[in-house]
């Protein structure tokens, strides 16, 4: 009784305190470094430069990340409604996992560079490609943690609600889904964990805009503060869809009771 009456505040607060003092040292060492020992601007660029470079390129920045924002959350909601859809149907077919299984698995191991070529002819310039490139590789991780999910519930589940009456695709989709929903829930937050990147990749490789061709006309120019610019706001949009999917969780199945973990240790 003790551990359910302390507040949820605390317990945030020693979760994500460690993380916040260790990337502020970091900071810290990395713009002392550079301060102290000055390497070449085209070599490294401090944290204060970052910034100032982020702050400078804002008018064309904000643009590039706009389309690449777009790009890689379009395809994530692709990747997990395909993802989710496939998983199903792995679980409730043998032959289905037998024949499908290996092709997605195959399918990650293709290394962008090599198939990004192919899906520019297919598709051309247009963001639609740079879609279906990062839904092809956030599909996996949300297809296999589905249908692991679904194995994993316990089997009296299942028959506690077809004793009360309910069909097998009922209880299925409003019993075994409900329950596998955390780790459903676990291979999303891996796959948006780089839908950004992959979608700025591929614009690197060949588009008109994103925060792929910002990044290749930086390099071309040999400005690695604006390069270190981009890759923070990758990161800044990657954070973005990572506590949204925490925020669809916890809308979804509530939120896991982490303070009693803690209070116990």
């Not at 260790?22 to 102290?36: F, P």
């Not at 994530?76 to 299984?101: E, H, N, P, Q, R």
């Not at 996996?140 to 069909?167: E, K, N």
């Amino acid at each position: 009784m003790a551990n359910a009456s302390h507040p949820h505040a605390p317990s945030a607060l020693r979760r994500h305190l460690p993380t916040s003092v260790t990337v502020l040292l970091l900071l810290a060492v990395w713009q002392l470094w550079v301060d102290l020992a000055k390497p070449p601007s085209t070599l490294v660029a401090s944290p204060t430069q970052v910034v100032s470079a982020v702050t400078r390129s804002w008018p064309t920045l904000w643009p590039a990340a706009c389309v690449t924002f777009l790009e890689g959350t379009i395809g994530f909601l692709v990747a997990c409604a395909l993802g989710i859809l496939l998983g199903i149907g792995l679980y409730c077919s043998k032959t289905a996992d037998a024949a499908f299984m290996p092709l997605l698995a195959a399918a990650q191991t293709l290394p962008l560079i090599s198939i990004a070529p192919l899906f520019l002819i297919w598709f051309g310039f247009e963001p639609v490609g740079k879609v279906v490139i990062v839904a092809v590789f956030a599909l996996f991780p949300i297809t296999v943690q589905t249908m692991r999910g679904l194995a994993a519930v316990p089997r009296f589940y299942a028959d506690v609600a077809m004793t009360c009456g309910a069909g097998r695709a009922w209880t299925l989709f409003h019993v075994k889904l409900r329950v596998a929903a955390r780790q459903v829930f676990g291979g999303m937050r891996v796959s948006a964990a780089y839908v950004f990147a992959t979608a700025a990749t591929a614009e690197y490789l060949g588009a008109r805009k994103g925060l792929g061709i910002w990044l290749q006309a930086a390099y071309n120019s040999f400005q690695t503060p604006l390069i270190f610019a981009a890759t923070v706001v990758i990161v800044l949009m990657t954070a973005i869809l990572l506590l949204a999917v925490r925020l669809a969780e916890r809308l979804a199945i509530g939120a896991q009771d982490d303070t009693l973990e803690l209070d116990q240790n």
